[in-house]
């Protein structure tokens, strides 16, 4: 047979084999191919997405955190050195009081001795117990508890109680040997005015016995040495009775409200403390315009805040341990009963026994920890519809 008559080649299949899918011809692989690259684009878009997501909320995280710790530690200075500066206000009262009462202790004295002096220039010819008589009879009713003040002449050479017109029971007595008087302490701080000249500041203690122990009561006193007649002129004060009139005063002062603030977050608030070592009466209350039903009352450290803390007896271990404390609780705002976080410093004077404090709450970083929020979601929102 000629090339025309051969047999075309066979192409059909042979028994029991498929025939090719047409799916896998030219058109349906590309087809299958640009949807694959679909699939594969927005998987990676949401990864890409969720990646910048998680970026995007852990600098936030991180930034708000940060955020927080520079204005709690803002706070704690800021607290810490308006806290300060109360006690430098007291402390200046009281350095002021002081140098005004010894300047009244002085005009006192000078103006007794100038008596002493006239009148004795004017009876020198007399007996020495005539002129006593005769003083003690114009000085006695010049007596004025001015201040805490409380003049008396003293025998130099053996302490005799010639005038004490506020204790004249004791008049006659020696100084140095009641029983109340540290008199080795008293009779070496007078020596060392009179060997320095005739007149000076003198400190010493009365000692008293109490119900649990030996109570002091430390004096301060100027004295006058008037030689004709060998007396010493001196006027005294107890200096815990000055404190306690500086104090009455200072704590009218911190208490004072001024009628446009009587729901002011912040304020000064103190504590006289009774017990370091707390328990249910450890302090009373002194000053909180934010609570006045509580000035006067005895504290407890077992008293607890909204979340349970006891946070008084967190700041007397701070107390004890280092002088002062930041304690951060839930207490009550001005104005509201409802509770609020506060950050306080506490801060010991000892001088007094006072823990003076002051606290600020938390609402101002928890409104713009809240606008921070609000701008990331925006910012979010806005990063989605691109």
């Not at 010819?125 to 000085?139: A, C, P, R, Y």
């Not at 506020?166 to 100084?175: H, K």
């Not at 306690?244 to 002011?264: F, K, M, N, V």
């Not at 315009?289 to 007397?316: I, W």
Request: glycine share 6%; charged share 25%.
């Amino acid at each position: 047979m000629t090339e025309t008559n051969k047999t075309k080649k066979n192409t059909s299949p042979l028994p029991g084999e498929k025939t090719p899918s047409k799916f896998f011809e030219g058109k349906n692989i590309s087809r299958v191919s640009f949807i694959s690259s679909g699939i594969l684009v927005v998987f990676l878009t949401g990864i890409l997405g969720a990646v910048f997501l998680k970026e995007k909320y852990d600098t936030f995280e991180k930034h708000l955190n940060q955020v927080e710790q520079v204005y709690i530690s803002l706070q704690k200075e800021r607290l810490k050195s308006e806290i300060r500066i109360e006690i430098d206000r007291i402390n200046a009262q009281r350095e002021s009081a002081r140098t005004q009462h010894k300047k009244d202790l002085q005009n006192q004295v000078d103006q007794i001795y100038n008596l002493t002096d006239i009148f004795y220039r004017a009876h020198a010819s007399q007996s020495v117990d005539i002129i006593e008589s005769g003083l003690k009879n114009i000085l006695r009713p010049l007596w004025l508890d001015k201040g805490g003040n409380h003049f008396f002449i003293w025998s130099a050479a053996d302490g005799r109680i010639i005038l004490q017109p506020d204790t004249p029971a004791m008049e006659n007595e020696s100084i140095f040997k009641l029983p109340d008087i540290q008199a080795d302490q008293l009779k070496k701080s007078i020596r060392q005015i009179l060997d320095q000249g005739d007149s000076g500041f003198i400190s010493y203690q009365w000692v008293t016995q109490q119900e649990k122990g030996k109570a002091r009561f430390p004096i301060i006193a100027h004295i006058k040495y008037f030689k004709p007649l060998d007396w010493i002129i001196g006027s005294m004060a107890y200096l815990d009775i000055l404190d306690i009139r500086l104090q009455r005063r200072i704590i009218e002062d911190l208490s004072y409200t001024s009628p446009g603030a009587q729901h002011s977050k912040e304020y000064v608030f103190v504590y006289q403390v009774h017990d370091m070592k707390g328990g249910d009466a450890f302090a009373t209350m002194l000053v909180n315009p934010n609570r006045q039903d509580l000035v006067g009352t005895r504290l407890s450290d077992r008293f607890t805040d909204a979340k349970g803390s006891m946070f008084r007896k967190e700041m007397l271990n701070g107390i004890r341990t280092a002088g002062e404390a930041f304690v951060s609780y839930w207490y009550p705002k001005p104005g509201s009963d409802s509770p609020q976080s506060k950050l306080s410093y506490f801060k010991l004077y000892p001088e007094w026994r006072w823990i003076i404090a002051k606290g600020s709450y938390r609402d101002d970083l928890d409104a713009r920890i809240k606008t921070m929020r609000t701008e990331l979601e925006n910012d979010i929102q806005d990063a989605l519809r691109l």
